[in-house]
């Protein structure tokens, strides 16, 4: 009854999405490979069934990531001038190309969460800003990736037989 329940209502799975295959040996361009961002996007190229190379080279793609940055702002203070709350912000900047040809042009993208800060707690914070940090990642990353799949197949290279279409 549950099931039909879940069923009935449009409830599905999020599943993987499939990249174009222009994506299926993608390079991650990016001056610091051990961001929050990078583990999380190559990751879900992993996912998604693309295998991410080392160099350009080899590379069908390259997803250039121009921006990778986060921190955090004091949103309100108390009656002492002690911060009471914060906002950890994560920005991404990147852009995909092929070749000599844009894919997609830069795209900037942000996200923000907001903590209440316990001065008694200080150890707990850092650990929630850490913990926050790394769900933005994630969340930028299913982001890229959504933006990624809903790119149009590239033609292949003149001279190159087609393949039948699917009967």
Same mark, same amino acid.
Not at 49 to 78: K, N, Y
Not at 112 to 126: G, I, K, N
């Given at each position: ?20 295959? &222009?994506? =299926?040996?993608?390079?991650? =361009?990016?001056? =610091?490979? /051990?961001?929050?961002? /990078?583990?999380?996007? &190559? ?6 069934? +693309?295998?991410?190379?080392? +160099?350009?080279?080899?590379? &069908? ?32 900047? /990147? ?14 993208? &942000? ?57």
């Amino acid at each position: 009854l549950l099931a039909l329940a879940v069923g009935a209502c449009g409830f599905h799975l999020q599943g993987v999405s499939r990249l174009p295959n &222009t994506l =299926d040996r993608p390079h991650v =361009d990016t001056p =610091d490979r /051990y961001t929050d961002f /990078y583990q999380s996007l &190559t990751e879900a190229l992993d996912v998604s069934g +693309s295998r991410p190379v080392p +160099s350009t080279a080899q590379a &069908t793609a390259v997803i250039e990531v121009l921006r990778d940055e986060s921190g955090q702002r004091v949103l309100s203070v108390s009656a002492e001038n002690r911060p009471t709350e914060y906002e950890v912000f994560y920005t991404v900047e /990147y852009r995909v190309r092929a070749g000599d040809r844009e894919l997609l042009p830069n795209q900037r993208l &942000t996200l923000t969460r907001e903590y209440s800060f316990d001065e008694r707690a200080l150890l707990a914070r850092q650990q929630e800003q850490e913990l926050l940090r790394a769900a933005l990642a994630r969340d930028l990353a299913g982001l890229v990736m959504r933006r990624l799949a809903a790119l149009p197949p590239l033609p292949p290279p003149a001279g190159t037989p087609s393949a039948p279409p699917p009967s």
